[in-house]
């Protein structure tokens, strides 16, 4: 009994190690991982700080050009260490041409310039509302079914001018088709039809991932509301700057660009 009593003493004051932290996602260029570890640790990436759920949840993103090695180190509340290293494979990106679009879509004009400015600081203010909560517990599902029409990380030249780096996932899909909350979140943001973005929708899946949904024709959701996985947040379109109807889905951490399509 006495023996018995010293192992459980022994269990129970073992120190924490890196088997108390669970990784799961793809170690990529673009990649999401979900963590889980003991609540209340101190978390960093390549030394940058790492916010924690009170459940013990946290998540780390490897942006398009990521390099080829990342390094998590973990401080436990009773005082120990855990560190781990990463290989982050690296990803080939696609050129993509798009001829027809209007030419102001393009080349905007100086006013239109003031409003893409405006437009782009009123997104940036609604990517930085936090949410604590690890609403992507719910798991992803692809918000709408339809043709892949553009990929992630791809470098784009529009009627023949380089453009930027597409981040997200172009899926095509007819005018009308119901577009669904990739994950349970909160909605942090709508537009009834930005320059480039059309009618869009950001949702907060918590401890800074987000989702955009832009191109939409109808939206039905509004800041603040609780989705949940799968609810319907509006209607397939193509507005703003876009060829024809599809849905334009990014996929964010932070400050790091992520490929939605690694989600599954
Ligand atoms: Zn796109």
């Known amino acids: ?4 009593v010293a192992f459980l003493f022994m269990l129970i004051s073992l120190p924490a190690n890196a088997s108390d ?7 990529i260029q673009g990649g999401l991982i979900i963590g889980k570890t003991r609540p209340g640790a101190l978390i960093a990436l390549d030394g940058g700080k790492v916010e924690q759920s009170d459940d013990g949840y946290f998540l780390l993103g490897f942006n398009r050009d990521a390099k080829p090695e990342a390094q998590l180190t973990v401080r436990f509340q009773d005082g120990t260490d ?7 494979k690296k990803r080939n990106y696609d050129i993509q041409r798009i001829d027809g679009l209007p030419k102001r879509k393009v080349m905007p004009s100086p ?14 203010k609604a990517k930085r509302l936090r949410v604590r ?6 798991g ?14 791809s470098r784009r030249i529009l009627n023949g001018q380089p453009g930027r780096l597409h981040y997200g996932l172009d899926i095509a899909a007819p005018s009308g088709t119901p577009v ?3 994950a349970a ?10 320059f480039f973005n059309g009618k869009t929708v950001i949702i907060n899946h918590g401890l800074g991932l987000t989702s955009t949904y832009i191109h939409m024709s109808d939206i039905s959701v509004k800041v603040g509301d609780i989705v949940v996985k799968g609810q319907i947040i509006g209607k397939i379109g193509k507005t703003g700057r876009a060829t024809g109807p599809h849905l334009h889905w990014s996929l964010r951490l932070n400050n790091q660009e992520l490929d939605p399509a690694l989600l599954f």
Request: aromatic share 12%.
């Open 1 to 4: 009994m006495r023996l018995f």
């Open 21 to 27: 932290i669970s990784l799961k996602g793809d170690f």
């Open 82 to 88: 855990a560190r781990r290293q990463f290989k982050i």
């Open 111 to 124: 006013e239109d310039l003031k409003r893409i400015k405006s437009e782009r600081a009123q997104i940036a």
């Open 133 to 138: 909560s690890a609403y992507f517990r719910s």
């Open 140 to 153: 992803f599902i692809r918000p709408v079914k339809g043709r892949i029409s553009g990929v992630y990380g």
């Open 180 to 182: 669904k909350a990739a």
């Open 185 to 194: 979140g909160k909605i942090a943001f709508t537009h009834p039809g930005m």
